[in-house]
């Protein structure tokens, strides 16, 4: 019963692709599934409905960081090329708006999940569910101990 990880420690495993309250990876079943729950520590990514709302405003920021970038290069080029076309930077933007946020998405729904945890950490009850949905894991897959009185 600790209270969450330092910020930078949280960052660093929502940038990874791990869970922010313990650091386990093996958090998505495909590109774009994330597990219901961690496997490592049994926390329920989704706390609440439209919890990830906020995943999407990063995969956002982040789209448009690197269309700001694109823009920038695009400025200081022209300024010393006159002459240059705006077809080159049009396609290298709409590259990016397109491909950026299915590349950034799992992702930016790990960094939000570090984000919430960090701003609000797990309650008691989060916590018991998150501990008894990670030992049903640990019994029922044969990796861990099973629970008293199952075979």
């Known amino acids: ?3 969450p990880p330092e910020w930078g420690t949280l960052l660093r495993r929502g940038v990874t692709k791990k869970c922010p309250r313990c650091g386990a990876g093996r ?11 961690c496997p490592g520590c ?12 906020g ?3 990063i995969n956002f920021a982040i789209t448009e960081g690197l269309l700001f970038v694109v823009i920038m290069v695009f400025i200081f080029w022209k300024d010393q090329h006159p002459d240059a ?3 080159v930077p049009l396609v290298i933007g709409l590259i990016f708006a397109v491909v950026a946020p ?21 309650e008691l009850k989060e916590i018991v569910e ?17 629970l008293p009185g199952t075979p």
């Open 1 to 3: 019963m600790q209270g």
């Open 42 to 53: 049994g926390m329920k990514f989704e706390r609440e409905p439209g919890f990830f709302v």
């Open 102 to 122: 299915i590349l950034f998405y799992p992702f930016a729904r790990t960094i939000w999940s570090a984000f919430d945890v960090g701003m609000t950490p797990l």
């Open 55 to 57: 995943a999407y405003l």
């Open 27 to 37: 958090l998505y079943r495909g590109w774009f599934k994330m597990k219901e729950r």
């Open 130 to 146: 998150a501990t008894d949905a990670a030992t049903d894991a640990a019994g029922s897959d044969g990796s861990g101990p099973a």
């Open 85 to 87: 076309g705006v077809v």
